[in-house]
């Protein structure tokens, strides 16, 4: 990662992000990969499937950070997070589960 973008304001890596800055995308990643991990194994326990739902969270940030003002959300750790829980449940949880109704009835 360049030295010069280490200590950026959020809102200026933002504008970074959407111009495709690929330096801007490394320090995305280094900033909050670690603890979206941790998030993410506590509901996929098997390292190589989060891994994949890692890689998927900034697959998508980056191909959706235009949405991120209009998102709602006020840090970017906390849209990264919210997606990262999203991806992690459908992981741990395949479409192909069964519901709560359907059990029921089981």
């Known amino acids: 990662m360049r030295r010069d973008l280490t200590h950026i304001s959020e809102q200026m890596l933002i504008e ?7 330096a ?25 499937r989060a891994n994949d739902v890692i890689v998927k969270v900034f697959t998508w940030a980056f191909q959706h950070i235009n949405a991120f003002q209009a998102s709602g959300y006020r840090t970017l750790f906390a849209w990264l997070l919210r997606k990262a829980r999203e991806l992690a449940i459908k992981e741990a949880i395949p479409e192909t589960a069964l519901t709560g109704t359907e059990l029921m009835k089981k």
């Open 16 to 22: 970074r992000l959407v111009l495709g800055d690929p």
């Open 24 to 48: 801007a995308k490394e320090l995305l990643y280094d900033r909050y990969a670690g603890a979206l991990y941790g998030t993410v194994l506590q509901l996929v326990p098997m390292k190589d």
